[in-house]
């Protein structure tokens, strides 16, 4: 098993690691309760395998609807409420076992309920397992933006399961593939190279993927500089997924078009090369995460605003001057267009 050390928690990531879960569960201690955060679609493929491998261990389970649209104050307080209900106290474990919406509002559950609570991630699409679970960045979101309302919480651990993928429609598997792709642009040309190469996701790219995430965040745990490289594509991501009240465009399909537009206002400004955009617009299409005719930058820089890297002294812009070099520029709104 491949273990990426955190200052305060393990990322253990290996097929079949699932299997271990009970060790990391009881670690020393005599649980006997565990509380579980899931969705519907989750919950129907997978609970009875982390029954199975917690056995005897009594599982206490919310399941919330698949979405983005269940990152919202009124689930997240119905979650709380559900489980309050069912008994969870202080010193219990909450375990979030999902995609990045399931990741992202249980780690926020466990943030504000009791001041904090002990919790875990057990990633189970591609997304989750590259970005969303790793970084201790939770958070749910507003009608006025994505994660606006969040807080840093970090995991006792988080276990990846590759396995996971394989119950995962193609599309799923795809939108994960765009923050794969967007770390190696920022931070690793092997692993652009790999996945420009051939797409298929093993746990050897996984692995990568979640060190680019991992070697960041070690720098800038609060997001003050260096992490703001992990927005790269995002800031027209949200954008895109806000206009569209989250419906149209998938999170990885919505970041996928949001990098080619910081791209291509790089090269208007002279920051990235022309053969660089071609290479990754080839690289995008060839994944199927974008199509033709593109998004165009100009109807989406309204919906920014709200965007949680919109400072006082402007906004925080990811811009690429090669494969592995992303710079961070302070811009104004009318410069995006």
Do not use: C
């Amino acid at each position: 098993m491949t273990t990426l050390r955190m200052k305060t928690y393990d990322i253990l990531i290996e097929n079949h690691a699932i299997e271990a879960v009970k060790r990391l569960v009881e670690d020393g201690s005599n649980r006997k309760d565990v509380f579980v955060v899931t969705d519907n679609h989750v919950k129907a493929l997978h609970l009875e395998t982390l029954r199975r491998v917690l056995d005897p261990i009594h599982l206490h389970v919310v399941s919330i609807t698949p979405g983005e649209a269940s990152k919202s104050v009124s689930t997240m307080l119905d979650v709380i409420g559900q489980l309050l209900t069912m008994g969870i106290k202080r010193d219990h474990l909450l375990i979030g076992f999902g995609g990045g919406v399931v990741t992202d509002l249980a780690g926020f559950v466990a943030a504000i309920l009791y001041r904090g609570i002990t919790y875990a991630a057990i990633p189970t699409t591609l997304l989750a397992q590259v970005d969303a679970s790793i970084g201790s960045k939770t958070g749910i979101d507003l009608a006025q933006g994505k994660n606006l309302l969040g807080a840093f919480k970090d995991p006792a651990w988080v276990l990846i399961d590759p396995m996971f993928l394989e119950t995962l429609p193609k599309e799923v598997r795809i939108d994960g593939l765009a923050e794969m792709i967007k770390a190696a642009l920022i931070a690793d040309p092997v692993l652009y190279q790999m996945l420009k190469d051939d797409d298929e996701i093993t746990e050897k790219k996984i692995i990568r993927a979640v060190e680019v995430k991992r070697s960041i965040v070690m720098k800038d745990p609060y997001e003050t500089h260096e992490r703001m490289l992990l927005n790269f594509g995002h800031t027209f991501g949200h954008a895109i997924e806000r206009k569209h009240h989250y419906e149209t465009y998938t999170h990885g399909v919505a970041v996928a078009y949001g990098m080619l537009i910081a791209m291509d206002l790089g090269v208007r400004q002279g920051i990235t090369p022309k053969a660089l955009y071609d290479d990754v617009l080839n690289t995008l299409k060839k994944t199927k995460l974008v199509t033709e005719p593109l998004l165009l930058a100009s109807d989406y820089v309204s919906h920014i605003g709200f965007d949680k890297k919109q400072l006082s002294d402007g906004l925080r812009f990811i811009f690429l001057e090669d494969i592995g070099q992303a710079v961070i520029k302070t811009v104004r709104m009318e410069d995006l267009l």
